[in-house]
């Protein structure tokens, strides 16, 4: 009822910015699989901040689930409980698992995905802005500067409780 393949960040966050939540989908094949599994997700999760199902199929007998989580070191370890969790549901091991990200393939492991999957938000800002640079160089365009606050503006930012 599942496709073992993990997409991450192939739809934007309904719940936040980019940079602050990654968004996990899941291919499966009934709606009411899709349905058991939103409510799996956001019964057995408090790291789950939202799961939905597609409105549509997103071709015929095929409908996809989206699992939304928090841009965190510890994505990769939620991803992985919750994979070996599947296999309760479904005759998968996390080893059959793939992921899909940026356009890539990769088998699923923990350090596969702390490597590739921007973890942070400050670590996604960065990646992102990079790639516009190069789009604005392509363009014809003025580059922006990738900047990091300075120490003091941010003592002095947590200091006022923003």
């Known amino acids: 009822m599942i496709k073992p393949t993990l997409h991450i960040d192939e739809f934007a966050s309904k719940m936040g910015d980019d940079d602050d939540i990654i968004v996990a989908s899941f291919m499966v094949r009934s709606k009411q699989a899709g349905l058991d599994l939103v409510n799996w997700f956001e019964s057995g999760y408090d790291w789950v ?5 597609s409105p549509g199929e997103i ?3 095929r409908w996809l689930v989206y699992i939304e989580l928090r841009r965190r070191n510890r994505a990769a370890e ?3 409980q919750a994979l070996e969790d599947l296999e309760t549901l479904t005759e998968f091991t996390p080893d059959d698992w793939i992921m899909t990200y940026d356009g ?7 350090e596969t ?3 590739v999957v921007a973890l942070s938000p400050k670590e996604y800002r960065a990646r992102h802005e990079e790639d516009l640079n190069e789009w604005r160089v392509a363009a014809g365009l003025e580059t ?3 900047h ?3 120490p003091d ?8 409780g923003i």
């Open 49 to 53: 901040l939202d799961a939905d199902i």
């Open 59 to 61: 071709r015929p007998g």
């Open 78 to 80: 939620w991803l992985s």
């Open 104 to 110: 890539r393939d990769y088998p699923w492991s923990r």
């Open 113 to 115: 995905f702390q490597n």
């Open 144 to 146: 922006r500067q990738i």
């Open 148 to 150: 990091e606050r300075e």
């Open 153 to 160: 503006i941010r003592k002095l930012q947590s200091a006022a």
